[in-house]
């Protein structure tokens, strides 16, 4: 009897873990992707990335057929977080975007531009990597491919952005 015991006690405690486990997983939705529905325009995005005057640098998003936005206002269930919300003016997607610095994520960007402070960098090359991503930070795809734009630069060399790699590039064209 006492054996039969713990097996309970330990069968209990797997199964509370294991759903504990499951909850959490469920709830982490910020590395899975969702697909940009087919009868919206598909978003594109590409970066710039100047040296602040100051200190740091500037990055500069350069979005089309896409509504960098806050979440709306007021609590929002896991459903509208997972969902596709776009602009009922523009018929755009909206959302906001992930920004990583060698693989660390960083922050969320709402808006067009922000400032990077030269701490984040390290010296020499460095990646900078934005994704587009819903409300509830899924990550948009279009026929499987993220919508991502990434540099790197070295603050070490002449020609300061050494490469670029954007998986929906805008039409406007970079200079830099």
Same mark, same amino acid.
């Given at each position: 009897?006492?054996?039969?015991?713990?097996?309970?006690?330990?069968?209990?405690?797997?199964?509370?873990?294991?759903?504990? +486990?499951?909850?959490?997983?469920?709830?982490?939705?910020?590395?899975?992707?969702?697909?940009?529905?087919?009868? !919206?325009?598909?978003?594109?995005?590409?970066?710039?990335?100047?040296?602040?005057?100051?200190?740091?640098?500037?990055?500069?998003?350069? !979005? #089309? =057929?896409?509504?960098?936005?806050?979440?709306?206002?007021?609590?929002?269930?896991?459903?509208?977080?997972?969902?596709?919300? !776009?602009?009922?003016?523009?018929?755009?997607?909206?959302?906001?975007?992930?920004?990583? *610095?060698? $693989?660390?994520?960083? #922050?969320?960007?709402?808006? #067009?531009?922000?400032?990077?402070?030269?701490?984040?960098?390290?010296? $020499?090359?460095?990646?900078?990597?934005?994704?587009? =991503?819903?409300? $509830?930070?899924?990550?948009? !795809?279009?026929? $499987?491919?993220?919508?991502?734009?990434?540099?790197?630069? =070295?603050?070490?060399?002449?020609?300061? *952005?050494?490469?670029? +790699?954007?998986?929906?590039?805008?039409?406007?064209?970079?200079?830099?």
């Amino acid at each position: 009897m006492r054996y039969f015991k713990y097996a309970l006690i330990l069968t209990t405690a797997a199964l509370l873990s294991f759903k504990l +486990f499951a909850q959490q997983e469920m709830m982490d939705h910020s590395h899975m992707p969702i697909a940009v529905p087919n009868d !919206t325009p598909i978003p594109a995005l590409s970066l710039k990335l100047l040296k602040d005057s100051m200190s740091g640098y500037n990055l500069i998003l350069d !979005t #089309q =057929n896409y509504d960098l936005s806050v979440p709306p206002e007021g609590a929002m269930n896991m459903q509208q977080m997972m969902s596709v919300t !776009t602009n009922d003016d523009t018929g755009f997607l909206q959302g906001h975007a992930h920004l990583y *610095i060698n $693989g660390i994520k960083i #922050q969320r960007i709402y808006g #067009q531009a922000l400032h990077l402070p030269a701490n984040l960098f390290k010296s $020499g090359i460095n990646t900078v990597s934005v994704t587009l =991503n819903n409300h $509830g930070h899924m990550y948009w !795809t279009v026929q $499987g491919k993220k919508i991502v734009a990434t540099l790197y630069v =070295n603050d070490q060399s002449k020609e300061f *952005i050494t490469y670029r +790699f954007e998986s929906f590039p805008s039409k406007v064209e970079n200079t830099h």
